[in-house]
């Protein structure tokens, strides 16, 4: 983190501390009409160039120290109609915070627009609070453990308010809970591969998510071997670091509302094995458990709300590596399903771990099943790097998770889900191939999963390949991985709660 925050919703303004800064936000078309009576009621006095800059300039968001008057720093963002999403809070103060962190602002006091000027964008007003809170905590993750020279956390106050009214306690804390889980989900897909292993993955769970509701088991090799869990024994064969299965079970007491099982694709390094990747794709593959990632800050997030509900996190933790011990192009993987894979590209590796976690989620008999795995370039290729793909048959959960998705601004988008594309996935010696054609990868990577699910259990495939990666497209997004789908998830299951 950035700054060590200390965030309030009240009525006392900071402006008056010393090295403070106020935060507003105007219309472009309105700025000439209520700047100048703005800085007049604030008593704020701009020299005449700065004054002049808050019209002339193109950027949006400008800073500048004033000349007479509290606060000592104007912040000012100008927003206009093109490109307006519920993002802009978000996106805004994430910028600030990050921008603050050259300047020796001790007190930042934010006031935002009143949720009547933004009402059709949002789902509530909490809502709209929540997209500005969110974005103060996104802006203010940064990691930098392993810079020698480390910047002195430096306190920042922040009072938050929209034309006086405050925002509640309960969300305060209730906020500042999920970014909390959110921060270690991002601290997971940041680690550099060496040091975060499956082992090291299992060892920061247990460690960071103690909860009296939470119980957490690591399968080991030997156990997946008992268990005849092939697929993920075979993916993980080369590494000098064995593969496990970590299995997290959150169960609060009281009567629950569902049974819902997150899978997530835990691959700790991925360089494509024997099917090597060339270095520029293998630079971003420590993030490769970004799925693993999104379950783990979900449930640590689930269970420090309290959320009624039943969750059963299931982890396939495997380094993808090369070794006279490597799996091969050409070889048959017997699953823990009984079902057979050839293995046409090792480098196609997320499925087949998945296949047989998926296995194991259904063995748990939940109401539904959620995957979340960083699985092919072809859909950052088809959606980008801001969305992530969404395969399920179960229109009532997808419409539940695209409202989610909006009100979250963690961008999901339905894709063709076409029975018949399994005509790519034949093989000749098995029951199933891990390699489609070149066309449509992230369509038969989402049928060849599907292979492996209990067809009475509602499904949901998430391809976080995009979004879970680091991105230019917001200011919380641009430097390091973003633990994408906590936030989204959290939203679905408070809905349900
Ligand atoms: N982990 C990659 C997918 C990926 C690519 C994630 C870019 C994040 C950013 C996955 O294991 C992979 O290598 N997929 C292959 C599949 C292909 C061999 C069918 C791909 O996308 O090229
Ligand atoms: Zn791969
Ligand atoms: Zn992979």
């Given at each position: 983190?950035?700054?060590?925050?200390?965030?309030?919703?009240?009525?006392?303004?900071?402006?008056?501390?010393?090295?403070?800064?106020?935060?507003?936000?105007?219309?472009?078309?309105?700025?000439?009409?209520?700047?100048?009576?703005?800085?007049?009621?604030?008593?704020?006095?701009?020299?005449?160039?700065?004054?002049?800059?808050?019209?002339?300039?193109k950027?949006?968001?400008?800073?500048?120290?004033?000349?007479?008057?509290?606060?000592?720093?104007?912040?000012?963002?100008?927003?206009?109609?093109?490109?307006l999403?519920?993002?802009?809070?978000?996106?805004?103060?994430?910028?600030?915070?990050?921008?603050?962190?050259?300047?020796?602002?001790?007190?930042?006091?934010?006031?935002?627009?009143?949720?009547?000027?933004?009402?059709?964008?949002?789902?509530?007003?909490?809502?709209?609070?929540?997209?500005a809170?969110?974005?103060?905590?996104?802006?203010?993750?940064?990691?930098?453990?392993?810079k020698?020279?480390?910047?002195?956390?430096?306190?920042?106050?922040?009072?938050?308010?929209?034309?006086?009214?405050?925002?509640?306690?309960?969300?305060?804390?209730?906020?500042q809970?999920k970014?909390?889980?959110?921060?270690?989900?991002?601290?997971?897909?940041?680690?550099?591969?060496?040091?975060?292993?499956?082992?090291?993955?299992?060892?920061?769970?247990?460690?960071?998510?103690?909860?009296?509701?939470?119980?957490?088991?690591?399968l080991?090799?030997?156990?997946?071997?008992?268990?005849?869990?092939?697929?993920?024994?075979?993916?993980?064969?080369?590494?000098?670091?064995?593969?496990?299965?970590?299995?997290?079970?959150y169960?609060?007491?009281?009567?629950?509302?569902?049974?819902?099982?997150?899978?997530?694709?835990?691959?700790?390094?991925?360089?494509?094995?024997?099917?090597?990747?060339?270095?520029s794709?293998?630079?971003?593959?420590?993030?490769?458990?970004?799925?693993?990632?999104?379950?783990?800050?979900?449930?640590?997030?689930?269970?420090?709300?309290?959320?009624?509900?039943?969750?059963?996190?299931?982890?396939?933790?495997?380094?993808?590596?090369?070794?006279?011990?490597?799996?091969?192009?050409?070889?048959?993987?017997?699953?823990?399903?009984?079902?057979?894979?050839?293995?046409?590209?090792?480098?196609?590796?997320?499925r087949?771990?998945?296949?047989?976690?998926?296995?194991?989620?259904?063995?748990?008999?939940?109401?539904?099943?959620?995957?979340?795995?960083?699985?092919?370039?072809?859909?950052?290729?088809?959606?980008?790097?801001?969305?992530?793909?969404?395969?399920?048959?179960?229109?009532?959960?997808?419409?539940?998770?695209?409202?989610s998705?909006?009100?979250?601004?963690e961008?999901?988008?339905?894709?063709?889900?076409?029975?018949?594309?399994?005509?790519?996935?034949?093989?000749d010696?098995?029951?199933?191939?891990?390699?489609?054609?070149r066309?449509?990868?992230?369509?038969?990577?989402?049928?060849?999963?599907?292979?492996?699910?209990?067809?009475?259990?509602?499904?949901?495939?998430?391809?976080?390949?995009?979004?879970?990666?680091?991105?230019?497209?917001?200011?919380?997004?641009?430097?390091?991985?973003?633990?994408?789908?906590?936030?989204?998830?959290?939203?679905?299951?408070?809905?349900?709660?």
């Amino acid at each position: 983190m950035i700054f060590e925050l200390i965030l309030t919703s009240n009525k006392n303004r900071l402006i008056n501390k010393k090295n403070s800064a106020l935060v507003k936000f105007f219309h472009e078309k309105e700025l000439s009409k209520k700047f100048n009576l703005f800085l007049k009621q604030e008593k704020i006095e701009l020299n005449q160039n700065q004054a002049a800059n808050f019209f002339a300039k193109k950027e949006e968001l400008l800073f500048a120290f004033t000349h007479k008057g509290s606060p000592d720093l104007l912040i000012v963002k100008k927003h206009k109609d093109e490109n307006l999403t519920n993002d802009l809070l978000r996106n805004t103060l994430s910028a600030i915070i990050i921008r603050l962190k050259n300047e020796s602002i001790q007190n930042l006091e934010i006031d935002i627009p009143p949720y009547s000027d933004f009402k059709e964008l949002f789902s509530s007003e909490t809502n709209y609070f929540e997209s500005a809170l969110e974005g103060i905590y996104l802006g203010n993750y940064d990691f930098e453990i392993y810079k020698t020279e480390k910047s002195k956390k430096q306190k920042l106050n922040v009072n938050i308010m929209s034309e006086g009214k405050t925002i509640s306690s309960d969300q305060l804390l209730n906020c500042q809970n999920k970014m909390k889980a959110v921060s270690f989900a991002r601290d997971l897909v940041n680690e550099p591969a060496s040091t975060l292993t499956p082992q090291e993955l299992a060892r920061r769970v247990k460690l960071n998510l103690k909860h009296n509701s939470l119980r957490i088991k690591i399968l080991n090799k030997k156990e997946l071997q008992n268990r005849k869990m092939n697929a993920i024994l075979a993916v993980g064969a080369a590494s000098e670091n064995d593969p496990l299965l970590i299995e997290l079970h959150y169960k609060p007491s009281g009567k629950l509302k569902r049974k819902i099982a997150l899978v997530g694709k835990g691959v700790t390094y991925d360089s494509g094995g024997l099917s090597i990747k060339p270095t520029s794709s293998m630079l971003e593959m420590k993030g490769d458990m970004a799925g693993a990632a999104a379950v783990i800050g979900t449930i640590a997030a689930a269970a420090a709300l309290k959320l009624p509900i039943e969750i059963i996190g299931v982890i396939p933790a495997v380094e993808n590596m090369i070794s006279g011990k490597s799996y091969k192009p050409g070889d048959i993987v017997k699953t823990a399903s009984g079902k057979s894979i050839e293995v046409k590209d090792t480098d196609a590796e997320g499925r087949i771990i998945l296949a047989d976690a998926l296995e194991y989620a259904c063995k748990q008999k939940p109401d539904e099943i959620i995957d979340f795995a960083t699985l092919t370039g072809a859909c950052v290729v088809a959606l980008g790097e801001t969305t992530a793909a969404m395969f399920t048959k179960n229109d009532k959960l997808a419409q539940a998770l695209e409202d989610s998705s909006k009100s979250s601004f963690e961008r999901i988008w339905r894709m063709p889900f076409y029975s018949d594309y399994k005509e790519q996935l034949k093989s000749d010696m098995a029951d199933i191939s891990n390699l489609g054609t070149r066309w449509g990868g992230s369509i038969t990577a989402a049928i060849f999963l599907e292979h492996f699910v209990d067809k009475k259990i509602p499904y949901v495939h998430l391809d976080i390949a995009g979004p879970a990666l680091k991105h230019k497209f917001t200011s919380y997004t641009e430097k390091y991985d973003t633990g994408f789908g906590v936030r989204l998830m959290i939203d679905y299951l408070s809905n349900l709660a």
